[in-house]
């Protein structure tokens, strides 16, 4: 079993940065592939960055390229979102979630190849 728990949100003014963390318990969260999701209101979640299970393969959508930037450190068990040049349209509750698969050479874009998730953070972005 893994247990994800986000952290890191905030209020921040449009160009500011945050740093997301997913805290991991369980041994095989470095093992799967990663993912970061939002959903602002009214929408449907939506995948912002995604990596294979070992940091080879990363994905971005493109509203974030460039700007975010997904990690994770083994040793600490955690998964990081790194998000600079923050916009307004960045506004959402942020959630990581940790796939299926053990050792899968790839990354997932659905919400369905994933079945740990965290409970969210808030992150909001001012004008």
């Known amino acids: 079993q893994v247990q994800l728990v986000e952290s890191g949100g905030g209020l921040v003014q449009a160009g500011d940065s945050l740093r997301l963390s997913c805290a991991a318990s369980?041994?095989?969260?470095?093992?799967?592939?990663m993912g970061w999701f939002r959903q602002a209101p009214g929408k449907e979640r939506e995948i912002v960055a995604a990596m294979d299970w070992s940091g080879a393969k990363t994905y971005y959508a493109d509203s974030v390229k460039v700007r975010f930037t997904i990690s994770r450190d083994i040793a600490k068990n955690t998964g990081f979102l790194q998000m600079n040049r923050l916009k307004p349209e960045d506004t959402a509750v942020y959630y990581c979630?940790?796939?299926?698969?053990?050792?899968?050479?790839?990354?997932?874009?659905?919400?369905?190849?994933?079945?740990?998730w965290g409970q969210g953070t808030q992150v909001t972005v001012s004008s």
């Open positions: 369980g041994r095989t969260f470095g093992s799967r592939a």
């Open positions: 979630a940790a796939g299926r698969r053990l050792y899968s050479g790839n990354y997932y874009l659905s919400p369905d190849e994933y079945n740990y």
